[in-house]
């Protein structure tokens, strides 16, 4: 007896299963069985099985707890922690956190995984902490076994294959998910709509939640998650609050040689080589420990965001001098070492606290690049922040590839934090292969985790790239042509033509993109985010946008006669390439109105055109509006949000000349000398234009040559006339300033009629109006003069100064 089930239990092993029919001809053959407690995330693993097993064939699929399972049910599916998985051999407290099991035994399919839920305590199957095996075991016998795919969030970017029958054979499946932190930041978020309402005024807040709960659902679908926990972060951010007074030792010494923030003060820089800075940042962490070693486990020590790094000597002495990148303004000294040795001294602190503990810092900005000469501690945690930017021609890949390597001979634990998905506008840039090149090379090497900033959503413009690096969190060793094989049949008989597209951009980009940095140099913009916004309008031009559209149009005949939803997917790629070219006009438009270029109202109306469109196309995931918004707001106005807004149904009675008189005050005499009295030009007078910052102009460029290469900080004076046509007597009259960097005085024939400070943080990208209707002359000529007080970064006024009638 005992030979005989010995020769059987053989026979079942090297025998292939019979298959499991879960439905045939659009009726169901099979149950869903849920342990009887289940979690949340069980319970809602088990109802999207159940969604897409039904979308697929038609059939109705109940969902039962296992103790009610029938009798009369030709095959089981057992989702999660069930007694009938435990009686099967699943040793399921041994499945490591987020794994996946998959397993056919007989006529029962059972799909678990290692399940927990993290920090919050929220039984929530959307929370980033919760580990969710059993839902990610659902997820990957939908896309794997049955072939649903989830190319971008909502109904269109939805696969779902018709089968009446389903059958599926034998499974035998225990993955761990190799990267322990997988994320992608959300790209619609609070503190992102409130600033854009700032500019555009209120939003429509729920459809923003809507497209929200859309993106989050996707990225859980594409398995988001984690099992690794490590707090970091930029650390410092309330610090000048709370020590500035009283301990300004701790802060860096800026050019004026004081320790205080040189911009914003949430991005002050530290003086890393003061003694009683170390001790303070492990005390702080030590009373947290104290409290819950566990959950804080890691201590932050990552560097504020910013520039304004400490120049005292001592910080200095701990750079390698000849240690330099090359940048447009000219070598520059690295200083990972300085930081390095910063982070050596704070781990070594924590070491002797609790040996198991971590720091956790940025390599990121000027200390990106590996130490030369200092080695890292043993229980430090690098968050490689990359400068690397795609498509590429393959040196800047080459170089992250460098980096990351040195790196990974350094740190004990090493995540990837890019800001890789933040620069894709809505304009097409489609990086298709070196991106995920990139992200698999690193995965080859030592990738524990990622944190990307941010998931931008431009899911029609940039087509595959999102789905390509979502799925490669899971299957590192994914291809390429792989991942675009599941991507491109969506568009049925156009997916060749799609690839094409895509295949398109990339090419024209990856071309282009060297030229961008001379551009916006050119454009008087050093910082990339505004530089990059700034040129779109001149390298995304009709030459540019031509072939893509003979693309799409292809297409669109290639599926004339494919199901409606596929010929829809290819309509939202021509809507998101209607929109790059919406938004690059608007762009355009804008600049043309703070130049004084153009018609007006026909300027006008083409922004207000493009804001319209973007939202109507974001409703149905084309685009991440909000995102696009952000963008175009975030560096300045450059898409006119705030200028359309606040010209309103104005009507423009003038614009003032571009080339101003013009004079520095750095000993602020002006006022008490009566400057806004003069008339005509004067000694020691120059001019200036007002389409662009002071430091952009020969005279900002002397200063700066004449003072150690320090821009001009300080006030600074702009007199011009005008005259107004008596017929506007009566009318309210406005002045209209684009944008003034920081604060303004305005006088109009030597009276005050303004005092304008910069408004909130945000406020020297905005324009504002200022009523001079009481102090006007009609029919002979004002005299305006404007004080202006930079305190940091560029200055002056810098867009266009109209007169209008405020209706």
């Avoid at 910013?306 to 303004?329: H, I, K, M, N, S």
């Avoid at 130490?371 to 229980?379: K, Q, V």
């Amino acid at each position: 007896m005992r030979c005989s089930v010995a020769l059987a239990l053989a026979l079942i092993c090297v025998l292939p299963s019979a298959a499991l029919d879960l439905t045939v001809d659009g009726q169901a053959r099979c149950v869903i069985l849920l342990p009887d407690e289940p979690l949340n995330l069980h319970t809602f693993a088990a109802q999207e099985l159940q969604h897409f097993l039904q979308a697929m064939s038609g059939a109705e699929i109940a969902i039962r707890p296992e103790s009610e399972r029938p009798i009369d049910v030709e095959c089981r599916i057992y989702v999660g922690p069930t007694r009938a998985a435990e009686a099967a051999g699943i040793d399921i407290g041994a499945l490591e956190p987020e794994a996946i099991r998959l397993l056919t035994v007989g006529s029962d399919l059972f799909l678990l995984g290692g399940d927990a839920i993290g920090p919050g305590g929220r039984d929530d199957a959307m929370s980033y902490n919760n580990q969710a095996g059993t839902l990610y075991a659902v997820y990957d016998f939908l896309q794997d076994r049955l072939g649903v795919r989830w190319l971008w969030p909502g109904e269109t970017g939805t696969v779902i294959p018709e089968a009446p029958t389903i059958s599926v054979g034998e499974i035998d499946i225990y993955e761990v998910p190799q990267i322990k932190q997988r994320h992608l930041r959300t790209g619609i978020r609070g503190s992102m709509l409130d600033a854009i309402e700032a500019f555009s005024g209120p939003l429509d807040r729920e459809m923003a939640s809507e497209l929200a709960a859309d993106e989050n659902l996707w990225m859980r679908r594409m398995r988001m998650g984690r099992s690794l926990f490590i707090n970091y972060g930029h650390a410092f951010t309330r610090w000048w609050e709370e020590y500035g007074a009283e301990h300004p030792e701790f802060f860096a010494l800026n050019e004026d040689g004081e320790r205080a923030p040189v911009g914003p003060p949430d991005r002050v820089k530290m003086c890393v080589s003061e003694p009683a800075l170390w001790d303070e940042i492990v005390a702080r962490w030590r009373e947290r420990w104290e409290q819950d070693p566990v959950a804080n486990r890691t201590l932050n020590a990552c560097e504020n965001d910013g520039g304004g790094f400490c120049l005292c000597e001592r910080c200095a002495a701990w750079d390698v001098p000849d240690y330099v990148e090359q940048t447009p303004e000219g070598p520059r000294v690295i200083l990972s070492d300085r930081y390095a040795k910063f982070w050596n001294e704070i781990a070594r602190r924590v070491a002797e606290v609790d040996p198991d503990a971590y720091v956790a810092v940025y390599a990121y900005s000027r200390y990106r690049f590996p130490p030369r000469e200092t080695r890292l501690e043993p229980n430090i945690i690098v968050g490689f922040v990359p400068g690397v930017g795609y498509p590429n021609s393959g040196a800047s890949s080459a170089q992250f590839q460098d980096d990351w390597l040195a790196w990974h001979d350094q740190a004990s634990v090493l995540f990837l934090r890019p800001n890789w998905l933040g620069g894709l506008h809505a304009m097409p840039r489609a990086p298709l292969y070196r991106m995920a090149d990139d992200f698999r090379f690193a995965a080859d090497n030592g990738m524990i985790g990622t944190d990307y900033d941010t998931l931008s959503g431009q899911w029609l413009a940039q087509g595959p790239v999102y789905y390509l690096l979502a799925r490669l969190h899971w299957d590192t060793d994914a291809s390429t042509e792989q991942l675009l094989d599941e991507y491109l049949p969506a568009f049925g008989a156009a997916g060749d033509t799609v690839r094409e597209y895509f295949e398109y951009w990339n090419r024209y980009v990856t071309e282009e993109s060297p030229k961008w940095a001379d551009l916006q140099y050119e454009l008087g913009y050093q910082n990339m985010g505004r530089g990059s916004e700034r040129i779109i309008p001149y390298i995304y031009d009709e030459e540019a946008f031509a072939p893509a559209l003979d693309l799409l149009m292809r297409a669109r005949r290639e599926v004339a006669g494919e199901p409606e939803i596929v010929q829809r997917r290819v309509d939202q790629l021509l809507q998101a390439l209607r929109h790059a070219r919406m938004t690059a006009e608007a762009i355009a438009a804008t600049e043309a109105i703070n130049s004084g270029e153009g018609d007006l109202a026909a300027s006008i109306e083409t922004i207000r055109r493009m804001h319209a469109y973007r939202v109507t196309i974001g409703r149905e995931n084309v685009i991440n509006p909000y995102w696009a918004m952000w963008r175009d707001t975030k560096y300045g106005d450059f898409a006119g949000y705030k200028l359309v807004r606040d010209i309103g149904d104005r009507e423009a009675v003038g614009l003032l000349p571009l080339q101003w008189h013009f004079r520095f005050d750095p000993d602020e005499v002006g006022e008490a000398e009566a400057w806004f009295n003069l008339r005509g030009s004067a000694e020691g007078w120059t001019t200036m234009r007002t389409d662009t910052f002071w430091e952009n102009q020969p005279l900002g460029r002397a200063w700066e040559a004449e003072h150690d290469g320090r821009d001009y900080d300080g006030l600074g004076w702009y007199r011009t006339t005008f005259e107004i046509d008596p017929q506007y007597q009566g009318s309210d009259l406005v002045l209209f300033f684009g944008s003034v960097d920081e604060d303004a005085k305005i006088w109009l024939n030597g009276q005050l009629v303004a005092d304008h400070p910069m408004d909130g943080p945000e406020g020297w990208k905005q324009p504002f109006t200022i009523d001079m209707t009481d102090h006007v002359r009609f029919g002979e000529t004002n005299y305006l003069a404007v004080a202006v007080r930079d305190s940091a970064g560029k200055g002056g006024i810098y867009k266009r100064v109209w007169i209008m009638v405020d209706e």
